[in-house]
């Protein structure tokens, strides 16, 4: 399939480049909690472990598919007066020291309202390259994509095990990677994953060269060698959300530079 070309801003780093040394391993955290001195303090920490691109949560109000964890967080974020014009700053500010592709995960109207094209340049301007809207359908992604993509933010696709006869062709038009959600429900923690994502892995590999990257309940070190063995990488949320808020400001970049360092520990043994 054909697709628009796309162009890279300069502080820009290409959402590939997260998966070219082998296996991604990809935190999400939750931009401002507790506040944003200490998000970026961690995302430092998670880079120096390991972490190959890194996933922040713009806060919404109403965070559809999250979990209680990452809804809490967005809720103690918002109330500490988090802004999206703050996080852009944050982002920047970061993107002068590291070099790994950053993506926004967050909702449809908060891109919306802020205004497409306005969100994009943003983007850019702070070196962001990917976006993640989990309540935009496949079929009305158009809207946020093309002029997106006109500032070198690549929109990108989820397939569920729902997806079904769908998975082919979200696959066939994905940019950046595919982040397959390992089971139905909201995002947190799991003891297990059943889903046979092996399978949707093989359809989506028949159909795109783009990575693939699994998400939604990796938690154990073991779970994310288990998913990035059948994919590309593995993305992990809840479990550093928690971890975050448990530790306090003060503590949380190195906790959370000893959790992405046994997480990613196994992934570089794998080809």
Do not use: W
């Not at 993506?103 to 109207?109: E, H, R």
């Not at 006869?165 to 595919?178: H, L, P, W, Y």
């Amino acid at each position: 399939m054909n697709k628009t070309p796309l162009q890279y801003g300069e502080r820009q780093v290409p959402i590939a480049q997260g998966f070219a040394n082998g296996k991604a391993f990809i935190p999400f955290i939750t931009a401002g909690d507790p506040d944003l001195e200490t998000t970026a303090n961690v995302v430092r920490s998670a880079v120096n472990a390991g972490a190959t691109l890194i996933e922040f949560g713009i806060p919404f109000s109403d965070p559809m598919a999250e979990g209680p964890v990452i809804q809490a967080a967005s809720e103690r974020s918002l109330k500490a007066g988090t802004t999206t014009d703050k996080i852009f700053d944050m982002v920047s500010g970061l993107r002068d020291e590291l070099d790994v592709p950053f993506a926004f995960m967050t909702y449809a109207n908060l891109v919306f309202s802020y205004g497409i094209k306005k969100f994009g340049r943003r983007c850019r301007d702070a070196g962001v390259s990917g976006l993640i809207l989990p309540d935009v359908p496949f079929e009305e992604k158009t809207e946020f994509e093309s002029p997106l993509l006109e500032f070198g933010v690549e929109l990108i696709p989820l397939i569920a095990p729902s997806s079904e006869d769908r998975i082919a062709t979200i696959a066939q038009s994905a940019r950046g990677f595919v982040y397959l959600v390992s089971s139905l429900g909201v995002t947190g923690e799991r003891s297990e994953i059943t889903t046979d994502l092996a399978s949707i892995v093989d359809i989506i590999r028949k159909n795109t060269h783009v990575p693939v990257a699994v998400g939604f309940g990796i938690s154990a070190p073991e779970q994310a060698s288990t998913m990035a063995s059948i994919s590309d990488g593995a993305i992990v949320g809840s479990a550093i959300v928690r971890l975050i808020h448990e530790s306090g400001a003060e503590k949380a970049p190195q906790a959370v530079k000893e959790y992405v360092a046994s997480m990613t520990r196994d992934l570089q043994t794998l080809e």
